[in-house]
């Protein structure tokens, strides 16, 4: 037997192709499923959300409430909880009691998590300056929770994050990721829901005070924190909370809502009705 | 081409040998096997597509060995031998090896 040692002219274990065009293509093939999965998920989850039960709401309301961000906010004053309460049974269906929180943080921010807790930040409560601006607030927040808003952004994030965690192998269980849903619930809201919800803070004002002066002072403490910043201010110089006011305006007078004085809010609300 | 995984070819005489060549290829299956895959986990049976994904494997492997050996001149390749490997969650290296030989 004759020994020939040789090399193969060419190593055929070696593919040929392009690592740029492979990774263009990679890109593009990932970002057509995951915009692809988003969307199903919006129409999948915008279906299921409406049918959730209130108890279901409420139990994820309590699995949420062990975030960090809720449990260190402190409790609300006696007379924010029960303006609170008097604006769910006026004018939302809500079934069930809300709680509201206090979060120590200069930002102009309030929030709402599914099962019925508010979240109101030091910033916004230093911002404003009448029973009123919260009554909108407030307002606004119990609309999102009563068109549940929160659920569907939440169900989008969470069968993300069981996608990502079934495919990448996630290290962090799918139960300990659920926590960070409180942030997710943070995500802004579609336009459309924003102004469903800034429609439910002035019916709020109206059942609280028989007017809606209010509303639009709460947007002017956003855009003066806006001054603030380069990139907000960008983002507000869209014509977003012009349009908002506006909306509220136009539907103020399809109404007949009438005009009203604002109730001062010092030291604490008095809730006047 | 010949292919066996025994030393010699039973009927031929191996006249000249031209040493080792090897072929392999490292695969993955898309998202979706690999998502059902997961969800297989929960239930347990055949994963289905991960059978075909070695499969493919070893037949591009298999090849790719081939093409070496072709390009030597040999017309069998003996004592043929596979190996796998897990190089990531989900993909799989499919190696084979033999010795490339000349047959009369």
Request: proline residues 5%; charged residues 20%; hydrophobic residues 40%.
């Amino acid at each position: 037997m004759k020994y020939t040692p040789r090399l193969p002219e060419t190593n055929v274990n070696v593919s040929p192709g392009s690592p740029i065009k492979d990774l263009l293509l990679m890109l593009a093939a990932a970002s057509a499923i995951v915009v692809g999965i988003y969307v199903a998920l919006g129409f999948a989850v915008d279906k299921i959300a409406p049918h959730i039960s209130y108890e279901t709401e409420l139990a994820i309301g309590g699995f949420l409430g062990k975030h960090p961000i809720l449990k260190n906010a402190s409790p609300a004053p006696e007379a924010i909880q029960k303006l609170a309460e008097t604006i769910r049974t006026r004018s939302t269906d809500i079934p069930f009691p809300v709680t509201i929180s206090i979060r120590e943080d200069p930002q102009v921010n309030a929030f709402a998590v599914p099962g019925g807790q508010i979240v109101l930040t030091t910033g916004i409560l230093d911002a404003i300056e009448s029973e009123n601006e919260l009554a909108f607030i407030l307002g606004h927040e119990l609309g999102h929770i009563a068109h549940r808003d929160h659920l569907r952004g939440m169900g989008r994030g969470l069968v993300l994050l069981t996608l990502s965690s079934l495919v990448l192998d996630a290290g962090d269980s799918i139960g300990g990721s659920l926590g960070n849903m409180v942030v997710l619930t943070e995500l802004t809201f579609t336009r459309r829901q924003e102004t469903l919800a800034d429609e439910a803070g002035q019916d709020a004002l109206m059942s609280v005070f028989g007017h809606i002066t209010g509303a639009e002072q709460v947007f002017s403490h956003f855009a003066k924190r806006a001054e603030t910043n380069y990139l907000t201010r960008f983002a507000l110089s869209h014509p977003e909370t012009q349009s908002r006011i506006q909306h509220l305006r136009n539907r103020a007078k399809v109404e007949g809502f009438p005009a009203g004085p604002l109730t001062p809010l010092n030291p604490e609300p008095q809730l006047s009705v | 081409m010949i292919l066996t995984n025994i030393e010699t070819v039973p009927g031929k005489t191996i006249v000249e040998h031209f040493g080792l060549v090897s072929g392999n290829t490292i695969r993955a299956r898309h998202l979706g096997v690999d998502i059902l895959a997961k969800l297989k986990n929960l239930i347990g049976g055949e994963l289905r597509g991960y059978t075909k994904l070695l499969q493919d494997s070893r037949k591009e492997a298999t090849e790719r060995m081939t093409a070496q050996a072709e390009q030597l001149g040999a017309n069998a390749i003996v004592n043929i031998r596979f190996a796998t490997s897990s190089i990531a969650g989900g993909a799989a290296e499919l190696y084979a090896y033999g010795t490339a030989v000349r047959v009369e």
